[in-house]
């Protein structure tokens, strides 16, 4: 018998949440095959299976917090002469329960309605929030007025009734989840703890854009990827620390730290939002490394197959809000990173080049930094470089 035991998942991360456990006691399982979700502040991640076997007990249940180090399920290994088990016959499948999601079960349970009457639509066929309340409310529209379930959870005050000639106008309290709560406190934390200050700057991408239309083809066929603008402003920003090593740097104790190495996080879509991947070693990597790595980070992301080590550590961080639609932001710092590259929308907008008012495809960038450690002249020196190298990308190749 052996424990599963939550492994170290980031930086500063004493314990996760308990998912949703993807075998059930009794199931067997092959050596890295996830067994249960973490959710930590910056990603939900699947555990693997560190060998072939059976879980007999989980000691941890899914809502339920665990320290990293915790045991939080029993394990049977496979014994050598031992035979796997046999696999099902496929014209008598066993039935068994869905998957069900944290904030999916919280409901289930406040309404007292079992998995089994739910259709889940989520990835595998797990069982999502919604997918229960399109069920209560179905099943609430079916029966008298008396039998619908409460899903208002018990701690929380029920709100006041809504007047009888306006039925619409309902509020719900739902408890914020440890993972929504941990997010809330990091944020604030950030406000708190660093002189966050934020500059801004505009891009002209005509360069790129032309480059990317005259190469992408090319480029795709030789390396198997698309050549997007990630790739470029990854470039400009190893490029720019190496002229500003403030940047690159953190405070640790009473000393600065300066990074003589170029670990990126890349913000990307995940499941249950924004995660930050690291590209390990930027500033060696080609074009076609780094858009091959930011394509599979995110895949996985969506996937939830990030593995923890891969969101630890990074020295400084890009975040792209235009693939969102966003015009402008205001970066929030990753501590205890000094500094994090904005990128927006393009969008075209009159410009003036040789005294002619003309229309370009501009991006707005953004460079928030700690001011503790970054004074505005190195904050401004350094968007602008990453200026001039993404509006003039043979730049990049030549490195002036």
């Given at each position: 018998?052996?424990?599963?035991?939550v492994p170290s998942?980031?930086?500063?991360?004493?314990?996760?949440?308990?998912?949703?456990?993807?075998k059930?006691?009794?199931?067997?399982?092959?050596q890295?095959?996830?067994?249960?979700?973490?959710?930590t502040?910056?990603?939900?991640?699947?555990?693997?299976?560190?060998?072939?076997?059976?879980l007999v007990?989980v000691?941890?249940?899914t809502?339920?917090?665990?320290k990293v180090?915790?045991?939080?399920?029993?394990l049977?290994?496979?014994?050598?002469g031992?035979?796997a088990p046999?696999?099902?016959?496929?014209?008598?499948?066993?039935?068994q329960?869905?998957?069900?999601?944290p904030?999916?079960?919280r409901?289930?349970?406040?309404?007292?309605v079992?998995?089994?009457?739910?259709?889940?639509?989520?990835?595998?066929?797990?069982?999502?929030?919604?997918d229960v309340?399109?069920?209560?409310e179905?099943?609430a529209?079916?029966a008298?007025p008396q039998?619908?379930?409460?899903?208002?959870?018990?701690?929380?005050?029920?709100?006041?009734?809504p007047p009888?000639?306006?039925?619409?106008?309902?509020?719900e309290?739902?408890p914020m989840?440890?993972?929504?709560?941990r997010?809330?406190e990091?944020l604030l934390m950030?406000?708190?703890?660093?002189?966050?200050?934020?500059?801004?700057n505009?891009?002209?991408?005509s360069?790129?854009?032309?480059?990317r239309?005259?190469?992408?083809?090319?480029?795709q066929k030789?390396?198997?990827?698309?050549?997007?603008?990630?790739s470029?402003?990854?470039?400009a920003?190893?490029?720019a620390?190496?002229?500003?090593?403030?940047?690159?740097?953190?405070?640790?104790?009473?000393?600065?730290?300066y990074?003589?190495?170029?670990?990126?996080?890349?913000?990307?879509?995940?499941g249950?939002?924004?995660v930050v991947?690291?590209?390990?070693?930027?500033?060696?990597l080609?074009?076609?490394?780094?858009?091959?790595?930011?394509a599979?980070?995110?895949?996985?992301?969506r996937?939830?197959?990030?593995?923890?080590?891969?969101?630890?550590?990074g020295?400084?961080t890009?975040?792209?809000?235009?693939?969102?639609?966003s015009l402008?932001?205001t970066?929030l710092?990753?501590?205890?990173q000094?500094?994090?590259?904005?990128?927006?929308a393009?969008?075209e907008?009159?410009?003036?080049r040789?005294?002619?008012?003309?229309?370009r495809?501009?991006?707005y960038?953004?460079?928030?930094?700690?001011?503790r450690l970054?004074?505005?002249?190195?904050?401004?020196?350094?968007?602008?470089r990453?200026?001039e190298?993404?509006?003039?990308?043979?730049?990049?190749l030549l490195?002036v």
């Open positions: 018998m052996q424990e599963l035991n998942v980031g930086e500063s991360i004493v314990e996760v949440e308990i998912g949703a456990w993807l059930k006691e009794g199931e067997s399982f092959a890295d095959e996830p067994l249960v979700e973490l959710i502040d910056k990603a939900t991640l699947e555990l693997p299976a560190p060998f072939p076997g059976t007990k000691l941890k249940g809502g339920e917090t665990a180090g915790e045991a939080i399920a029993l049977e290994a496979l014994g050598a031992a035979a046999e696999p099902r016959p496929a014209t008598a499948p066993e039935p329960e869905p998957l069900v999601m904030a999916a079960e409901v289930l349970r406040e309404a007292g079992s998995p089994g009457e739910v259709v889940g639509t989520g990835l595998g066929g797990r069982v999502l929030k919604e309340e399109r069920y209560l179905e099943r529209r079916q008298p039998e619908v379930p409460s899903r208002r959870p018990e701690p929380a005050p029920p709100p006041a009734q009888a000639d306006r039925p619409w106008r309902v509020s309290a739902v989840s440890p993972l929504r709560r997010i809330a990091r950030v406000r708190q703890t660093t002189a966050m200050l934020t500059t801004f505009e891009a002209d991408m360069a790129i854009i032309a480059l239309k005259e190469l992408g083809e090319a480029f030789k390396h198997g990827v698309k050549l997007g603008f990630m470029f402003f990854v470039k920003v190893v490029q620390l190496k002229e500003i090593p403030e940047l690159n740097a953190e405070i640790r104790d009473n000393a600065i730290l990074h003589r190495y170029y670990d990126i996080g890349v913000a990307v879509g995940g249950e939002g924004l991947p690291v590209l390990r070693d930027a500033d060696r080609s074009f076609a490394e780094i858009e091959r790595q930011i599979d980070f995110a895949e996985r992301a996937t939830k197959k990030l593995k923890p080590e891969e969101l630890m550590g020295t400084f890009i975040t792209n809000g235009g693939v969102y639609g402008n932001s970066p710092l990753n501590p205890p000094v500094g994090i590259l904005g990128m927006h393009i969008q907008r009159p410009v003036a040789e005294g002619q008012v003309v229309v495809p501009m991006m960038l953004a460079l928030s930094y700690d001011h970054v004074d505005g002249r190195e904050a401004v020196t350094f968007l602008r990453v200026k190298l993404v509006e003039n990308p043979v730049r990049l490195e």
